[in-house]
């Protein structure tokens, strides 16, 4: 077995609670750098430690070892915080609803081994919790149209969202955020974190939510195999409890059947999520699935969009930039011919624009 193929062995060993299958010798500086590129490090670390145990290097097991005990670490300080945060917005009658990380965490068999990130936590009443969260947190760290951030801690961060999400195109945003709003309204998913009850989405609404998500990163910075993992795990824990008429009218409405179908199949093939588990599953799209998990393995989390980004010259910073965009180019073409050309020709004149400081609305790309 190739290191790729001991890689994702390994990651649906992991993400499935299973023992791994694996042959060959293992290459562990390749499969840390596999694992790390596409932020499941932990899934991977558990994985190897079960089926390899005590047969490894003292030094190697205690490094998987250090990983699998931080990210399990990492996983009760989010969840003390979320507690703590959501049960004082609510003791100001501040609703408050998990988007995404810990609530999907809370999805997968071994919650635990998903490696962890910032917390979102949307509001309705942005106004009344902001105050509360600076009370709580202190000084925003960060302030955006759509979310204010704070520091928690050594490592951690909070969002808090005024907006699930904000389309570019006027006509979508306005439908989207009425389908946001009920979805973040009304029948909403419990999951127990710290001991105590959080909401997150409607369950119809959270799958749809978390694919537009995945899509947008694909498109714009790069992605990481860890948000795959995010959606088919969500996929998996509610089969047969999503609304299918709904979610097919919004992704049809929103451009998203396709995308959604091609996805479902590289879900498939790279994570051994059953076909049934994914609605509108569509096996003739396989062979662009494959290319996705392609796509997947070269391109990982946004560390090529990443390139020369703190970097003091303009010019290499510009042209990272430029080899990050035809990279993805080259890769998404045989998947999403449209998209690609889309995306490209705007990721280049949003570029020009701001080279010449003329200033344009941020496509993704910086």
Not at 33 to 56: C, F, M, S, W, Y
Not at 239 to 253: I, V
Request: with cysteine; hydrophobic share 40%.
């Amino acid at each position: 077995m190739t290191s790729t193929e001991i890689y994702l062995e390994l990651l649906r060993a992991g993400l499935w609670n299973r023992p791994a299958v694996v042959s060959g010798s293992v290459k562990f500086a390749e499969l840390v750098e596999l694992a790390r590129h596409q932020n499941t490090l932990p899934t991977v670390g558990k994985a190897i430690l079960d089926k390899l145990g005590d047969k490894l290097p003292q030094k190697t097991h205690d490094f998987f070892q250090d990983v699998v005990q931080k990210c399990e670490k990492s996983h009760q300080a989010a969840n003390s915080v979320i507690a703590y945060a959501t049960q004082e917005l609510a003791a100001e009658d501040i609703s408050s609803v998990l988007l995404k990380g810990q609530g999907i965490a809370s999805h997968y068999p071994v919650p635990t081994i998903r490696q962890a990130g910032d917390i979102d936590l949307y509001v309705k009443d942005f106004s009344r919790a902001r105050a509360v969260m600076t009370r709580l947190f202190g000084t925003e760290t960060e302030v955006g149209s759509k979310h204010v951030t704070y520091h928690v801690g050594g490592t951690l961060d909070i969002e808090l969202h005024k907006y699930t999400e904000v389309l570019a195109k006027e006509s979508q945003n306005a439908e989207y955020q009425r389908i946001s709003d009920k979805g973040t309204s009304e029948d909403l998913e419990l999951v127990r974190l710290d001991g105590h009850f959080v909401n997150t989405p409607e369950s119809t609404f959270n799958a749809f939510y978390i694919f537009h998500h995945l899509w947008h990163h694909f498109i714009g910075m790069g992605i990481g195999m860890r948000q795959l993992c995010d959606w088919a795990m969500f996929l998996h824990s509610h089969k047969g409890k999503l609304d299918e008429a709904r979610l097919g009218e919004w992704l049809e409405s929103f451009g998203l059947k396709d995308a959604w179908q091609v996805f479902g199949c590289a879900a498939v093939q790279a994570l051994a999520l059953p076909s049934e588990d994914v609605p509108f599953y569509d096996a003739s799209k396989a062979r662009r699935g494959s290319r996705l998990v392609d796509f997947f393995l070269v391109q990982g989390d946004n560390r090529a969009f990443k390139h020369g980004r703190h970097d003091q010259s303009k010019l290499r910073h510009k042209g990272g930039s430029l080899r990050f965009i035809h990279r993805r180019l080259k890769l998404m073409f045989p998947i999403f011919p449209g998209k690609a050309l889309l995306q490209y020709v705007g990721d280049i004149k949003n570029g020009l624009l701001k080279l010449f400081k003329a200033g344009t609305p941020n496509l993704g790309l910086e």
